[in-house]
T-cell receptor, first 110, second 113 residues
Framework: SQTIHQWPATLVQPVGSPLSLECTVE??????LYWYRQAAGRGLQLLFY??????ISSEVPQNLSASRPQDRQFILSSKKLLLSDSGFYLC?????????FGQGTRLTVV | GQQVMQIPQYQHVQEGEDFTTYCNSS?????IQWYKQRPGGHPVFLIQ?????EVKKQKRLTFQFGEAKKNSSLHITATQTTDVGTYFC?????????????FGTGTRLTIIP
């Protein structure tokens, strides 16, 4: 069966520090992968999505970037975090239509 | 830009009352999905509707897809405390040949016991 792993679960980082969140999918190949961000009590904002290795589409201009170095690996990065980057980051994969989410990373920038 | 909106943003209901959330897209959707996110958790897939005018039921939940495939609704009959959470609709929107999954703004349901 397919599973999605996302880590870490929680993260507290100072303003200006770098960020790297990793997401991996097991049990499938060539999945569509997504990064979403959810501010406290708000909806899901699509940040990046990828249909294949090295193929990244960015939805919102910001200081975040994403990479897909391997078929089942999706990485969210930042060189310098801002306070506004705080939120709940969710990785998701979609084999066909519905999406399956990782457990999420709760990022607090202080 | 392409958007998927939901109303209401928040809904507080007495336990046992019904609840409905509405989803509207600015563009035609190939399908509509519904997800539930419990407080502190991640969204979990509930159901997918594909056909124009389609209606599906899951116990006390009824899902509808509009005739024009641009709107949808989720109705919960006789709410229970376990229904607490945020309900999201989502649809695939074509973007230069790729279909990206775009979520609605969500409706947060709280139940008054």
């Amino acid at each position: 069966s397919q599973t999605i792993h996302q880590w870490p679960a929680t993260l507290v980082q100072p303003v200006g520090s770098p960020l790297s969140l990793e997401c991996t999918v097991e049990g499938t190949s060539n999945p569509n992968l997504y990064w979403y961000r959810q501010a406290a009590g708000r909806g899901l904002q699509l940040l990046f999505y990828s249909v294949g290795i090295g193929q990244i589409s960015s939805e919102v201009p910001q200081n975040l970037s994403a990479s897909r170095p391997q078929d089942r690996q999706f990485i969210l990065s930042s060189k310098k975090l801002l306070l506004s980057d705080s939120g709940f980051y969710l990785c998701a994969w979609s084999p066909a239509s519905e999406a399956f989410f990782g457990q999420g990373t709760r990022l607090t920038v202080v | 830009g392409q958007q998927v909106m939901q109303i209401p943003q928040y809904q507080h209901v007495q336990e046992g009352e019904d609840f409905t959330t509405y989803c509207n897209s600015s563009t035609t959707l190939s399908n509509i999905q519904w997800y539930k996110q419990r407080p502190g958790g991640h969204p979990v897939f509930l159901i997918q509707l594909v056909k124009s005018g389609e209606v599906k039921k899951q116990k006390r939940l009824t899902f509808q897809f509009g005739e024009a495939k641009k709107n949808s609704s989720l109705h919960i009959t006789a709410t229970q405390t376990t229904d607490v959470g945020t309900y999201f609709c989502a649809g695939h929107i074509s973007n230069f040949g790729n279909e990206k999954l775009t979520f609605g703004t969500g409706t947060r349901l709280t139940i008054i016991p």
